[in-house]
């Protein structure tokens, strides 16, 4: 069991192992639910997005214009895991 010390502006420093264990990087963000016994569950904060905020990433990058075909490719490659 690891223990924290709060300081007093009511801030806690979690340690790096805690933070591994999480899966948490520096910048990344904790999600907290309380309990209603007094207990709190963290866990990594999952980023929310849309796909049109997704392909806004991708405007003006290039001048290529993809077929459906390579799109599917493209997508089929990703999930695979195959470059």
Known sequence: MVTLTVTAR???????????????????????????????????AKPSGTIDGFLGLLADKTNKVATLDEIHD???????GRP
Do not use: Y
């Open 10 to 44: 009511g801030q806690v420093t979690f340690r790096k192992d805690v933070l591994h264990h999480l899966g948490i990087k520096p910048g990344e963000r904790i999600e907290v639910d309380k309990l209603p016994d007094g207990r709190v569950v963290l866990r990594a």
């Open 74 to 80: 493209a997508a089929a490659a990703g999930w695979s």
